[in-house]
């Protein structure tokens, strides 16, 4: 599987409660369940008005199709190449 990283504006987003958030993250669960098991998604990060969310899928139109089914805007999708951490180091 590749690795995408998805950019998405949603205004005033870093103002949503817990519940907000927890209804987001149900309704992408929900999804990635519904689509099986070509597509993952790990984890997503909130800065200012912009989600960045990184999911494993077989290809890219699985992102787009996992992102039509759940109304979340796409921006961008990168495929990330390398992933390099401290550990790169050693």
């Not at 993250?25 to 200012?48: A, D, N, Q, T």
């Amino acid at each position: 599987m590749k690795t995408y990283l998805i950019e998405r504006t949603i205004p005033k987003i870093e103002l949503s409660s817990t519940e907000q958030l927890k209804k987001i993250s149900e309704k992408s669960c929900e999804i990635v369940k519904e689509m099986g098991p070509s597509i993952h998604w790990l984890h997503s990060y909130i800065v200012k008005d912009k989600v960045f969310c990184v999911y494993k899928a077989l290809n890219k139109k699985l992102v787009e199709k996992h992102a039509k089914k759940g109304s979340f805007p796409i921006d961008i999708i990168y495929e990330l190449k390398e992933i390099i951490n401290p550990e790169t180091a050693n």
